[in-house]
Structures are given as structure tokens and as C-alpha cells.
């Protein structure tokens, strides 16, 4: 691959493709490059990159200090990865509109991931600019959050955490 990093957008309002590099050896001027690609486009998406969980964590490790999820199973080798496989035993529980722990008192920048198996036919998934979404509310919807408190919570988390919770509440809506 060659060491110009090149920024395709997906779509006006989020995502772009970034191609140009390999993950494998990014110099500090392409993490700059993919850090300012990430918070402008909010996801950003590389192809044919080959991985593996050491290399996955080193390149993690570029954009700031890596935290372990709590679905993390006690124990297992390289806890900053999470793997989640799925098939007819394990049909998961994260599909549905989520955002990874924005519970948390110090959320993370966000996540990595890498897809090994997908099927044909969905497996997808979906990203959705929040920021954009309050922006074309209405003003008489921004009006009436306005001020108001947000307490973000995580189902099944939250007796074990309830206590670091209240932290989270308190934040105002703009």
C-alpha cells in the first residue's frame, strides 16, 4: 500500500472509507490523518487489511489508552479485544440500535472492528450521526430538552455500576 492516506466519504452526513495504508505500519502522520478523518466523518472504514489481535491492539493504542469491556470474558488472552461470534446457538444481544459504553464516566473515543465471518445476507452494521439528528430537530423540540438531564445507563451492568452511574447523570443537552 502506498503511505498517501486518501479519505473517500460515504455519504454528506457520515462515514468514509480511508485507503493508503497499512495498518500493520501507520506513521504518526497518518494516525493524524485517520484521528482528524475519524472526528470528521465519525466512522471511518479500511478494506483488505490483514490483522491480527497484537496488531489490532498496537494500532488501538495510537489513538489513546485502550479500556477492557465489561462483556470481556475473565481470563482470556489480549482482554482489550472483544470477540463476539454469533451463529443459530448464539444469536446475540447487541443487535439493536446501541452506542458502545456511553455509560461509562470517561467514554471511550470509540471502538474497532474488524470483521472475519459475515454472512451473506445482513450482518451489517449501522451508524446514525447524533449530532446531525439534534441539529434538524426542530426548535421547539430543542427548546423543550433544553436544559434538561441525560442519566445514560447499561442494562445489565447497572446493579454492578449503579453507584458510578449518578456521575452520569447531571449532564446537560446543550
Known sequence: MTS????????????????GVDLRAVTEE??????????KHQVVFFRDQTLNQQ????????FGELEIHPATPKGQNNPEVLHIAHGPESKGRENMWHSDVTWRERPSLGSILKAVEVPAVGGDTLFANMVEAYERLPDSIKDKIAGKLRCTTAQGYLLIVSARQLSNCGKRIR
Request: without cysteine; hydrophobic residues 50%.
Open 4 to 19: 498517501e492516506l486518501t479519505i473517500e466519504p460515504l455519504t454528506p452526513l457520515i462515514g468514509a472509507e480511508l485507503t
Open 30 to 39: 497518518q494516525v493524524t490523518g485517520i484521528r482528524a478523518a475519524l472526528l
Open 55 to 62: 496488531v489490532h491492539i498496537h494500532f488501538a493504542r495510537q
